[in-house]
C-alpha cells in the first residue's frame, strides 16, 4: 500500500478547458514561457490523449505499444511488448540480456507494487572481480568488454512476474511486434547510428556485433538501412511459447554461459545455475509527501527513489515556486539540495539484501530539515559530510557512482487507469559489446564499486558479493494528487544522473507549474559528491556559469543527455495554475512529453 496521502491540499484552480477527443498536439499549454531547448535538439510538442497513453524513447515502440493498448491491453502488457521492440530498435539500450526496475499502479485497489528484475553478480563473484593482477582496479573499459561485467539478466523474470499479475492479453501475443520487426527489418535510426559511431572499435571488430551493427571497412551502417535480425526472432518465439523459463534453462542460457566464459581476454564467471536460480522480486515502494503531492519511486538496490525523496523533502521548506527556473537561484539552491542527498547515497545506499540501508531515517522529515539548514542562499557548501540518519550503523564507506548510460524509459497509462513507470538496461552503451542469439549482454556487473573496502579496510556498501544486486540510480516514479489520484508518470534513462533529471522534471511540472513537455525541456544540471556543479552544454543553463561562481561553485559544462519520458493526468485541482495555454488544453485526460535529446515520442487513443 501507498503511504498515506496529505490530509491539506492546495485550494482547487479553476481549469479553463476545452473537451476535445483523440490525439491533440499543441506546443505549449501553460502561463510558464517555453524553455529554451539545447542547440541541436529537435523540439517536441505535448502529445493529449482522451483514454491512455504510452511514452518511449523510439516511435516503433511507442506505436506497438499504442496498438497493445488498442487491443485491450494492460499497462504492463504493454510493457512487456514496447521492451521487446526496443531490443531491437535501441538495442544500445536495454534488451533482453539486461535489468529493469518497473513501477506500478493498480487503479482498483490503488496499490503501488515496485518490481525489481535487477541483474545479479555470479555467485562464485567476490569483491576482487575488478582487482587486476597488479592488485589495482581495471580501467573502466577494460572491465566492461567481455564476459567478466555480465550479470545474470533479470527483464524477463520480471515482466513475467508483473504479467502473470497484472496483464491481460496472452504472454506470447506481446512477442509478436518484435518477432515481425525482427523478421521484416527497420529502419536504422540517427540516434543508433551516432551511438555506432562513438562506440569503442571493439564492437565493430567484433565477429557478432561488427556484420550486424557496421559495413565491411567498419564504419557503422547508415541511417535508414534496413537492419534485420532473424536470430532475435527465433530467440523471441522460444521465449514466447516457452515463458522466461526458456530463457533462464536450456540452450539460450547454455549460449548465454559459453559467451560470458569463452571470451578471449576477459572471460566472466556466470554459471547455468546462476541463471536457473535467478529470481525477480516484488519490494515494497518508497513513498513520500512533497508540498500536496505523494510521490512513489524505487525501493533498494535502486538508489533512484530515496535520493529524488530526500532531495525533495530537503527543498520542501524553501519556496522553490518562487523562484523562477533556469536562473543561478534555482540551480544554485537545488544543486545544494543534490549534494547533502548524493552524501548520503554515497555512504548509505546499495542492495538492501545484503546490507543494512536507513531508508526510513534517511526520509524522516526532521531529518531532512536539519539538512536543508546547511543550505545557504549565497555560497556554496562545496562538499557536505554525510549525516547520521536513523536506523543503520555508521560502518560504510563512500563509494564511487554507477554509470548507467545504456539505459532507456517509457511511461504507460492504460485504459482502466493503470499505470507502470519502467526505466529498462543493459548499463552501459552497447552493454558488455557480447551478442549471443540477437541481443546484447549487460556489463551490470560494473556498477559495483571495483574496491570493497576503503584504504583502512572499511567496507563499502555496493562491494561485489555472490548473487548481490549492483546499487542503481533508475528512479521511475508515479505521482499521486492530495485525493490520492494518480497525477504523473515519469521517469530517464542517464546513470547517477537520472535522479537530478527526474526531480528536474518534478519541480518543473509542481512548482513552476509547466507543462509535462516544458518541464522536460528544461536545461539539465546538478551536483553529485563533489565541489562542481554541472551545467548542460547548448541550453541557457550554461550561461548561468559565472553567477554560479560568484557564489562559490565550481561549473562545468557538459553535455548532460537525458531521455526523460511522462504523462500526466490533465484536469487535476493541484497543479499550478496554467495561463491562456490552458485554454487549448482538453478538458480531461492525459498529456505526455518526450525528450528532445533522445528520439522518442507519445501517443494513444
Not at 493529449?48 to 496498438?67: F, K, S
Not at 525477480?280 to 500536496?292: D, L, S
Not at 560494473?446 to 558479493?465: C, L, M, Q
Amino acid at each position: 500500500m501507498r503511504c498515506a496521502v496529505l490530509d491539506s491540499f492546495r485550494a482547487a484552480a479553476r481549469w479553463l478547458t476545452l473537451a476535445v477527443g483523440f490525439i491533440v498536439v499543441v506546443p505549449f499549454a501553460q502561463g510558464q514561457p517555453a524553455p529554451e531547448l539545447p542547440s541541436g535538439w529537435t523540439p517536441k510538442s505535448i502529445v493529449y490523449t482522451r483514454t491512455d497513453m504510452v511514452a518511449a524513447a523510439n516511435p516503433i515502440a511507442v506505436q506497438t505499444g499504442v496498438d497493445i493498448l488498442g487491443a485491450g491491453g494492460s499497462a504492463v502488457d504493454v510493457a512487456v511488448a514496447v521492451q521487446m521492440v526496443l531490443n531491437l530498435v535501441e538495442p544500445q539500450s536495454s534488451g533482453i540480456g539486461g535489468g529493469a526496475f518497473m513501477m506500478t499502479f493498480d487503479a482498483a485497489s490503488g496499490n503501488v507494487d515496485m518490481y525489481d528484475g535487477r541483474e545479479t553478480a555470479p555467485m562464485t563473484a567476490n569483491g576482487n572481480l575488478f582487482i587486476g593482477p597488479n592488485g589495482q582496479p581495471l580501467a573502466f573499459t577494460t572491465a566492461v568488454i567481455g564476459g567478466r561485467s555480465v550479470g545474470t539478466p533479470g527483464v524477463l523474470r520480471m515482466l513475467e512476474l508483473a504479467h502473470r499479475e497484472k496483464g491481460k492479453l496472452p504472454w506470447a501475443s506481446l512477442f509478436d511486434p518484435a518477432i515481425r520487426l525482427a523478421e521484416n527489418g527497420f529502419a536504422l535510426s540517427p540516434r543508433l547510428y551516432s551511438a555506432l559511431a562513438g562506440a569503442n572499435a571493439a564492437l565493430a571488430n567484433d565477429p557478432v556485433t561488427g556484420p550486424y551493427f557496421y559495413n565491411p571497412d567498419k564504419s557503422p551502417k547508415a541511417v535508414g538501412t534496413i537492419i534485420r535480425n532473424p536470430e532475435l526472432a527465433a530467440t523471441l518465439r522460444t521465449i514466447a511459447a516457452g515463458g522466461a523459463q526458456a530463457f533462464y534453462t536450456g540452450a539460450i542460457a547454455q549460449d548465454i554461459v559459453n559467451k560470458v566464459k569463452s571470451h578471449a581476454t576477459n572471460p566472466g564467471l556466470l554459471e547455468l545455475g546462476d541463471l536457473a536460480v535467478y529470481e525477480a522480486k516484488k519490494r515494497t515502494a518508497v513513498c513520500g509527501t512533497y508540498r500536496a503531492w505523494e510521490i512513489c519511486g524505487t525501493n533498494s538496490p535502486s538508489s533512484g527513489g530515496i535520493t529524488a525523496l530526500m532531495t525533495l523533502g530537503i527543498l520542501e521548506g524553501f519556496n522553490v515556486g518562487a523562484i523562477a527556473p533556469n536562473t543561478v537561484e534555482s540551480v544554485h539552491l537545488i544543486s545544494e539540495a543534490y549534494r547533502l542527498a548524493y552524501a548520503d547515497r554515497a555512504v548509505y545506499m546499495g542492495d538492501s539484501d545484503f546490507i543494512c540501508v536507513p531508508t526510513s531515517g534517511l526520509l524522516d522529515k526532521n531529518y531532512l530539515a536539519a539538512r536543508a539548514k546547511l543550505i545557504s542562499l549565497t555560497r556554496s557548501m562545496g562538499v557536505p559530510q554525510p549525516g547520521t540518519p536513523a536506523g543503520c550503523g555508521r560502518e560504510l564507506v563512500e563509494q564511487p557512482d554507477d554509470r548507467e548510460n545504456g539505459t532507456t524509459h517509457m511511461s504507460i497509462v492504460d485504459a482502466d487507469g493503470n499505470a507502470v513507470s519502467m526505466t529498462t538496461t543493459i548499463e552501459s552503451a552497447f552493454g558488455s559489446y557480447q551478442m549471443v542469439r540477437g541481443f546484447l549482454l549487460n556489463n551490470e556487473l560494473t556498477d559495483f564499486s571495483f574496491t570493497p573496502t576503503d584504504a583502512a579496510g572499511n567496507p563499502v556498501a555496493n562491494r561485489v558479493e555472490p548473487g548481490k544486486r549492483p546499487r542503481s540510480s533508475m528512479a521511475p516514479t508515479i505521482v499521486f494528487d492530495s485525493q490520492g489520484r494518480l497525477y504523473a508518470v515519469v521517469g530517464s534513462p542517464g546513470g547517477s544522473n537520472i535522479i537530478q533529471y527526474v526531480v528536474k522534471t518534478l519541480i518543473g511540472m509542481l512548482d513552476w507549474g509547466l507543462n509535462v513537455q516544458q518541464a522536460i525541456d528544461l536545461g539539465n544540471f546538478g551536483a553529485q559528491t563533489s565541489a562542481t556543479t554541472s551545467l548542460e552544454s547548448g541550453s541557457s543553463v550554461k550561461d548561468l556559469g559565472p553567477g554560479l561562481q560568484a557564489l562559490g561553485h565550481t561549473v562545468s559544462v557538459l553535455d548532460i543527455n537525458s531521455g526523460i519520458h511522462g504523462i500526466v493526468r490533465l484536469g487535476n485541482p493541484d497543479a499550478p495554475r496554467g495561463g491562456l495555454g490552458a485554454l487549448i488544453r482538453p478538458l480531461r485526460g492525459w498529456a505526455g512529453g518526450a525528450d528532445p535529446r533522445r528520439e522518442g515520442t507519445a501517443g494513444g487513443h
